[in-house]
Nanobody
Framework: QVQLVESGGGSVQPGGSLRLSCAAS????????IGWFRQAPGKEREAVSC????????DYGNSVKGRFTVSRDNAKSTVYLQMNNLNPDDTGIYYC???????????????????WGQGAQVTVSP
């Protein structure tokens, strides 16, 4: 059974940084892509980033390009999201999700990610 656990959320001032982790278990790591999504109160869930263990592809949402970096540690079955130069619009609950046989070259399509973590709160405020 696919299990994803996010960690690393917290509160930070504008301009600060945080690193989220998504620890995965219960599936064959190399067959999946891991996506990051976020949801602010009253807003739809938004695609943030994607990294594929199938072909190594990555992708980012337009609002985070140049500030966020996704990476992975295959030995730990963990994906990281390094978030720099944070601003209040980055506030929300961040979720990681898994999609089998998925390439991020095709974009980050939320509906194709079938297994989700419980989420981690990120708050950016002065």
């Amino acid at each position: 059974q696919v299990q994803l656990v996010e960690s690393g959320g917290g509160s930070v001032q504008p301009g600060g940084s945080l690193r989220l982790s998504c620890a995965a278990s219960g599936f064959t790591w190399n067959y999946y892509a891991i996506g990051w999504f976020r949801q602010a109160p009253g807003k739809e869930r938004e695609a943030v980033s994607c990294i594929s263990n199938v072909d190594g592809s990555t992708d980012y949402g337009n609002s985070v390009k140049g500030r966020f970096t996704v990476s992975r540690d295959n030995a730990k079955s963990t994906v990281y999201l390094q978030m720099n130069n944070l601003n209040p619009d980055d506030t929300g609950i961040y979720y990681c999700a898994a999609a089998r046989d998925y390439t991020c070259y095709s974009g980050i399509h939320r509906g194709l990610f079938g297994s989700w973590g419980q989420g981690a709160q990120v708050t950016v405020s002065p």
